[in-house]
């Protein structure tokens, strides 16, 4: 019913800024109804974990390791949300996956690779 995929991951230094982007398709009833977008991330031998959401008013909430480095946005009229990530620090190499929930079941992208290198 949703079909997220993901792009803009990559190498970058420590320090050096990546824009991650989550296009949203599928059944347009579904895709109307996305209440949430998120980004989680998952490094290697560590649990996933929630970096940024955005309501679809445009609410946000962020994980206290990124507050004021990253910046979550979402266009509705692309059901295209995005990731800005500033500064970034090596500690930020993960999968990023892009999550939306759409009457209250999780739908998730393939993710993409971040490599933060020092």
């Known amino acids: 019913q949703v079909q997220l995929v993901e792009s803009g991951g990559g190498l970058v230094q420590a320090g050096g800024s990546l824009r991650l982007s989550c296009a949203a398709s599928?059944?347009?009833?579904?895709?109307?109804?996305?209440?949430?977008m998120a980004w989680y991330r998952q490094a290697p031998g560590k649990q996933r974990e929630l970096v940024a959401g955005?309501?679809?008013?445009?609410?946000?909430n962020y994980a206290d390791s990124v507050k004021g480095r990253f910046t979550i946005s979402r266009d509705n009229a692309k059901d295209t949300v995005y990731l800005q990530m500033n500064s970034l620090k090596p500690d930020d190499t993960a999968v990023y996956y892009c999550?939306?929930?759409?009457?209250?079941?999780?739908?998730w992208g393939q993710g993409t690779q971040v490599t933060v290198s020092s």
């Open positions: 955005i309501t679809r008013d445009g609410s946000t």
């Open positions: 999550n939306a929930v759409v009457f209250a079941f999780l739908y």
């Open positions: 599928g059944t347009f009833r579904y895709i109307f109804n996305i209440e949430l």
